[in-house]
C-alpha cells in the first residue's frame, strides 16, 4: 500500500490537479470539458489527467468515442482510511 498512497499523494501534489479533482467532484467530465477551465492546452490537462488515473485519484469510462473522466472515490476512500490508521496517534496529540 505504500507505493500506491505515494502516487496518490504525488497525484494530488498539484494546484492545476486539485482544481481538476474539484471539477470532477461536481461530475464527470470528458478532456474537452475539463480544458474549458484552464488556459492549458490539451495534452497538458491530458498528461494531469494521467498523473491523476495513476496516482488512482480518476477512472475512466468509454462512451462511444469520449472518455469520461470521474472520481474514484473507491481508492480515495481506501487510500485515507490507510492513512489515519497509520498516521492517526498524530490527529489525536493534535487536539
Known amino acids: 500500500m ?4 505515494r502516487l496518490f499523494f504525488d ?9 481538476i479533482v474539484d471539477l470532477l467532484l461536481e461530475k464527470e467530465m470528458n478532456v474537452s470539458q475539463i480544458c474549458a477551465h484552464f488556459s ?3 495534452p497538458s490537462v491530458s ?3 494521467a498523473v491523476l488515473k495513476k496516482g488512482g485519484v480518476v477512472k475512466t469510462q468509454r ?5 469520461l473522466y470521474s472520481i474514484n472515490a473507491k481508492f480515495i476512500s481506501s487510500v485515507m482510511t490507510y492513512y489515519f490508521a497509520r498516521f492517526g496517534f498524530m490527529v489525536k496529540g493534535a487536539e
Not at 2 to 5: A, C, M, N, Q, R
Not at 11 to 19: E, F, I, P
Open 63 to 67: 462512451r462511444g468515442k469520449e472518455i
Open 47 to 49: 498528461h494531469h489527467l
Open 40 to 42: 492549458m492546452k490539451q
Open 11 to 19: 497525484g494530488v501534489a498539484d494546484a492545476h490537479r486539485m482544481k
Open 2 to 5: 505504500d507505493e500506491k498512497v
